[in-house]
Structure formats: C-alpha cells, structure tokens
C-alpha cells in the first residue's frame, strides 16, 4: 500500500479541499503534512458552506481518520476557533482527529512578529496572511521551536523563555505589543482545548498504516509555485508545498509514495504580492473573478486572476512527478468567447518554454487562443455532456501537459464533480 498525495500545482486556492472531500471514501486516512492555518480549504455540500484552515478535509466523511502531521504548524486559538465552529454545526472530531507531537505551535508573539516584519518591509512586503507562519517556521529551523509535545513536558518554563526572546526582537522593531495578554488568553484556551484530542507520534502511526495496506491521503496545502525552495521566491510561503513535503511532513520514505494527484484551474489566481506572468487587469479578469468567486477563505481577500500558464504548470507537474491531474473551475470561464492559454515566455526577445529561475515583469507570454464553449456546464454529471469546444480545450491541456485529466470540477458543490 502506497500513500497517495494530493497538492496545488498553481499558486493555491486550487480546490483541494473540495477533492479531498470527494476522494476521502476511498482512505482509511486523510493527513495534512504542511503549512498552517494560512491555509483555506473550503468545502460545499448539502447547501453548507465550510472552510477548514488546520484540519484534513476528510473530516465529513464518517468513519475516517484525520491527522494533523508534524509538517504542519497550529494556532491553538485559531484551532478551537475551528473545532468550536464544526462542533456548533453538528460534527464532532474528538475520535477522528489525530495530532502529531512533533506539530510546531503558532505562539501569539509569533503572529506579532509577521506583523512587525511586513511593517519593516514597507513597500516591499510579501504580502503574508499575518498568522505567524514565517517566524514559527523561522523558530522550527533555528531550532527554537515549540511542539505540541512539548505540552506536557515543562511547558509552561518553554513558552515564558520563547516569549522573552520574541519580546526582545519586538523591542528592537520598536513594535508594540501591548495587546499580548489578551492574545495569550485566547491561546492558552486553544492549548486546553488541543489537550482534549489524541496526540500521537505521527511517523510511527502513517508508517504502521502502510504495513497494515490501510490506504493514506497526504493532504497539501497553497500550491507548489509557493513551495519555499521552488517557487516564485521570495514570495512564497515558509515550507515545501511539493510531493518531497509529504516525506518530511509525514515521516514517510520516498518509495511510500503512490499516485500523485495535480490540480490546476482552468485559469490562475494569486494572492497577495509576487511575479504574475499572465495576470489580467482588464474587464476580462475582473470578470473571472466576479464569476469565480475569487476572495481568500481565510483572509478575503481578493484574488488576482489571469489565463493558464502552461510553462508552469509543466514545472510543477515535473517536480512534484504527478500522475493524474484535476481541473477545477471550469465552469468559470463558461461565458467566454475565447479562451487563452500561455505556451511559452518570452524574456528580452529570447522565447522559451521552460520556467525562469527568477520570474519578473520581463516575461511576456505567449498565447494559443481556443473557441470558448460558452454553455453552463454546472448541470452536467459526466464527460458525454461536454461541449465539444471543451474537449478540445481538455485534449490541447493533456497533450501540452502529458499527464490524463482524470477530474473535472463543474461547480463548488462536492456533487458537482465529474470522473472521467
């Protein structure tokens, strides 16, 4: 039995939540191996709406086991703030959400921190979610993190020597951070509330899943142009988003990996600051993202919107060595006349299709235009029901990409999937 991975081949806000809801059935195991609760997966389903930041998006189908890997990093505060909410609507967690002990706590200074370090930037900012995620992972590195573990292991003498040495590179920011106590009421409330979950050694339980052939879903979160050491830097986040993520964010050997699962939309959005080579700032982007929906789950923000970008799609398809590619979001782009796709970048008059080492305003992309199918596919239910300009569009993307679409997303609604 293999572990199977599924990850954002773009600049996340992929859909992935949504298809870890809808593959879930097929696992014994759903794990989240990376990031924090930057992260916004949301899912739709019986005329509800939920967006899940720390949690595995399996937790709604019943009888599976959801944990949090040691990849991840948690904000008790946000933590309860999410259980609390699933809790009021129905879905109890506490036998079916695991977490690592090896899991690093978001601490309120460190949220104070990502403030003070964006305020420093000034016009350079990277445009972080302010949740603490680059100094939490800046501590795991320099080694002066704090671990879920570490709860029951002279806790309380860790947390005061962390907080004295925040409080010191806060002074010498000369930020404020008069509010700390009441920050550190909420978070301390979080940590009583993680006590009451099952806090395991991760490594040991994914690895004794693989001996038992239980079958395990790495969930990702963000995309992989975000990934620390291969994306768009330095706009990026603070941990591998890419396949090699689930090995360290899991405890799992490479040859542990089965079916790697891409998913892309059918466009491109991003958020926040960063390279955007085939963004649109006209009525055109505007338009996908009225009709897309196209605001942060976590932060709403809004999202930037542009045509697919086939030179990084191959990229990231290449590092992440991806088996089966999902579509999402199809349905957006129902009202176009014509769509455009990015084939290749042209940087000073030089063409290329490979990804830059640094991607900037010097690229301009090069485009094949397609008819547009202009039919509401948000009523269909299986691929016979595609228009045939959509096929064509299907047919061009996996003869560019050379990896089977195995998934099209319709519509936000977990029923709204089609498997071909």
């Known amino acids: ?55 595995p998006s399996g937790i709604f189908q019943g009888g599976k086991i959801n ?19 699933l809790e009021a609507s129905g879905h109890n967690l506490t036998d079916r959400l695991y977490i690592s002990k090896k899991a690093h706590l978001i601490m309120p200074t460190h949220r104070l921190l990502d403030s003070a370090s964006e305020v420093a930037k000034g ?55 008069d509010n700390l106590a009441e920050l550190e009421e909420e978070w301390f409330e979080g940590v009583e509330k993680l006590k009451t979950f099952k806090m395991i050694d991760s490594e040991q339980f994914v690895n004794d899943q693989i001996k038992q052939e239980n079958s395990v879903l790495a969930e990702g979160a963000q995309g992989s142009l975000l990934d620390i050491d291969f994306g768009t830097y330095p706009f ?24 790697v ?28 993202a009225v009709k897309g929906n196209e605001f942060g789950s976590v932060t ?11 030179v990084a799609l191959k990229y990231t398809i290449m590092v992440n060595g991806v088996t089966q590619l999902i579509m999402m979001k199809s349905d957006v782009l129902d009202e176009f006349e014509t769509i455009k796709l990015c084939v290749a970048y042209n940087i000073n008059g030089e063409r290329t299709a490979t990804f830059p080492f640094e991607v900037n305003e010097d690229i301009t ?18 691929e016979n029901e595609f228009p045939e300009e959509f096929n064509a569009f299907l047919s061009f993307l996996e003869e560019e990409l050379e990896v089977p679409i195995k998934i099209v997303s319709v519509g936000p609604d977990r029923a709204q999937t089609i498997i071909r």
């Not at 890997?69 to 946000?78: E, K």
């Not at 941990?239 to 964010?249: D, R």
């Open 236 to 259: 990026v986040t603070s941990s591998n988003t890419v396949c090699a993520g689930a090995c360290t964010g899991l405890g799992i050997s490479p040859h542990s990996i089965g079916e």
């Open 300 to 310: 709403g923000r809004p999202r930037r919107c542009g045509w697919i970008d086939l």
């Open 1 to 55: 039995m293999k572990v199977d991975v599924l990850l954002g081949l773009q600049w996340g806000d992929e859909g992935k939540g949504k298809i870890v809801d809808v593959l879930t059935p097929n696992y014994k195991v759903v794990a989240r191996f990376q990031g924090g609760p930057n992260a916004g997966h949301t899912l739709e389903f019986e005329n509800q709406k939920y967006v899940l930041r720390s949690i």
């Open 67 to 85: 944990l949090i890997g040691n990849g991840v990093v948690i904000d008790p505060a946000l933590f309860k703030g999410e259980i609390d909410a």
């Open 123 to 177: 016009d350079d900012k990277i445009g972080t979610t302010g949740k603490g995620i680059g100094p939490v992972y800046t501590d795991k590195i320099s080694r002066n993190g704090l671990r879920v573990g570490d709860i029951f292991h002279n806790f309380e003498e860790k947390y005061q020597q962390a907080t004295k040495r925040h409080k010191k590179m806060l002074d010498n920011c000369n930020f404020n951070y």
């Open 261 to 288: 699962f891409g998913i892309f939309k059918a466009y491109v959005t991003r958020v926040g600051s960063g390279p955007f080579p085939t963004e649109l700032f006209d009525e055109v982007g505007k338009k996908m």
């Open 365 to 382: 992309p090069e485009y094949v235009e397609m008819a547009g199918w202009q039919e509401d596919m948000t009523k269909m239910q299986s």
